[in-house]
């Protein structure tokens, strides 16, 4: 009986530790916190089976003058993890006593997936393609709903953060509309090895189907999406460029003292896509991330079993290279590179 005593008392006080006696709140409200802080909060999006909720770390730095809003999400794809790290920096070099208005991050914004290793929520729903999901939909439109509701509505200016997804990498790129010209400037701060201009809004065939990013600008939300790198990883140089890069907008926007001149960003896509296999076997990609390629360049060779050659890949077109397939397994339909196609200047 003692031991069992014993036993309750150390779960329970673990349990508190697991929670670092931080609390769980069910909205965020930015006007009630202390001014000159950081805050950290568990937000509850939901509850799991045992009524337990569902929660996501929050980090407020909250400045003594009044600013933007500035959010910062890493994560809503379980698997793409670059962006936490970048969060943890930020916070860990941040004086909120000179900060000027608010900078609101969340390193870890689908948990469950997270917990999993995987890219997609538990029913297998890609978070990234449901917005504003449903007040009373299923599970993964119940979690849209409530990162719409409770999350993204907080923001003036947002920068979503990704990376490729397992089998492919990705150079650091941002994603925007650059005929904006508060994305196009938020974009270049940024510092990215090349951009690719589009609005974000395509609808994916669902009932909803919004990026987190066109529901952000649905709202009025300045939102960019920048992926840094590749999945499942903590990769030093994707961090340190991230930091360096988020610094420079929270410069540009006042938030942080200083000054900051507007990057040349070189490489501007207008358009990219996927190159796909029409063969299976196994694939070799001959080109490199950032790498400019021509139309009609050799840009990979599928294999069949016995190592001959099936079929080689070239570039339709002129463009350069944004992410590309690490997998050597391919069935037809398998990606093979991510081309960029070059804005004229
Ligand atoms: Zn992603």
């Given at each position: 009986m003692k031991i069992r005593l014993l036993l309750f008392f150390i779960c329970t006080s673990f349990l508190g530790v697991a929670q670092n006696n931080i609390p769980i709140v069910e909205r965020v409200d930015l006007s009630i916190l202390e001014k000159g802080k950081i805050h950290k909060l568990w937000l509850s999006l939901g509850e799991d089976f045992q009524n337990k909720p569902i929660t996501i770390p929050v980090f407020i730095a909250k400045g003594k003058e009044e600013g933007p809003v500035l959010g910062l999400t890493a994560a809503i794809h379980g698997n793409e993890l670059n962006g936490i790290p970048i969060i943890h920096n930020i916070f860990e070099n941040l004086?909120?006593?000179s900060l000027k208005g608010v900078l609101v991050a969340i390193p870890g914004l689908n948990p469950l997936a997270i917990d999993r290793n995987q890219r997609e929520f538990i029913d297998g729903t890609d978070l990234n393609r449901i917005f504003p999901g449903k007040e009373h939909g299923n599970r993964s439109e119940q979690m849209a709903y409530q990162i719409g509701k409770k999350v993204i509505s907080l923001f003036d200016y947002h920068i979503d953060l990704h990376t490729a997804s397992f089998g492919r990498i990705n150079s650091l790129y941002g994603r925007g509309d650059m005929n904006d010209s508060t994305l196009s400037t938020m974009l270049r701060l940024i510092e990215p090895d090349l951009i690719v201009s589009n609005k974000g809004k395509a609808s994916f065939g669902t009932a909803s189907g919004l990026t987190m990013r066109a529901y952000a600008l649905s709202l009025g939300v300045k939102s960019i999406t920048v992926e840094y790198g590749n999945p499942q990883v903590f990769q030093n140089d994707m961090i340190a460029r991230g930091v360096s890069g988020i610094k420079n907008l929270m410069t540009h926007l006042g938030m942080l003292k200083g000054k900051v001149s507007i990057p040349v960003v070189e490489n501007v896509c207008s358009k990219s896509y996927w190159i796909y296999t029409q063969e299976g076997g196994y694939l070799e990609v001959l080109v490199q991330l950032n790498q400019k390629v021509e139309e009609g360049?050799?840009?990979?060779?599928?294999?069949?079993?016995?190592?001959?050659?099936?079929?080689?890949?070239?570039?339709?077109?002129?463009?350069i290279v944004v992410g590309k397939s690490t997998n050597p397994v391919a069935i037809s339909g398998s990606r093979i590179i991510h081309l960029g196609v070059l804005t004229e200047k």
């Open positions: 004086d909120p006593s360049e050799q840009i990979a060779v599928v294999k069949d079993s016995f190592g001959t050659i099936v079929q080689t890949y070239s570039a339709p077109e002129s463009g």
